[in-house]
């Protein structure tokens, strides 16, 4: 807050890169958006910091006034391009999700992309993890003996045999967000060269150079299925 109450106040500040967290982000942006800073989220993934549509975001979403740009694929497109993955491939998904807010909303996520999911593990193809590590959902998962695909946040617990996960980020790049944070960087300086004098215009380009929608959210972002090894080291698979 401290930063984005600075970048807001500071008439020579144009643009703010950062927080990384999805509920930093949030709080950054009721300095920063009144201020028209466009800031730039590396890794935030959260439906609600660009979104106020979409399940896990109705309540309280970010106040960001159109000022925020997202680096990365937000939850709901990870959660669609899966969906459309498992119904090309004509099978279905048990959906196994954490008693949570974060499984309550990919799981809803998930129920608007239309995934084909059964209620029965012997009728499942696989199964598809909105868990978080250390979370019961884990066992719940492995118990079925079915191959398992898992969203964000199982990394480091228990490590399922030939666990996937889906991410939202390409082979190549830093998933703690350096990557993400280099990519917004270059884009305010290719803006800045362009000739955007002030925040306004700086937002406007940033928003064509990304792309980036009417949301902000980057147009056709790349989404991986990923392969966890024992020292939950990733291996890419494929793109979504």
Known sequence: MRAAEAAASDPDAIALLGPFRSRDV???VEATAPAGVPLLAPVATWAGITRDDEPGCEDDPAHHLGTVLRMV???TEVAAR???DVRAAGQRALVVAGEHEYG???DGQLELARLPRVRDAATA??????GLAGGQEVERAAATGLPVIAFDGVQGGTL???LRLVLPFSPGEDPTGTTAARRAASLV???LRGGAPDRASLLAALRELGPFDEHGDPVDPPVWL???AEDWTLEPDRPL
């Open 73 to 75: 694929a937000r939850d």
């Open 82 to 84: 899966l969906a459309a």
């Open 104 to 106: 309550a909303q990919v």
């Open 226 to 228: 990923w392969r966890a």
């Open 26 to 28: 949030a709080e950054a």
């Open 160 to 162: 399922l045999p030939g």
């Open 189 to 191: 300086v290719e803006a």
């Open 125 to 130: 193809d696989l199964v598809v993890l909105c």
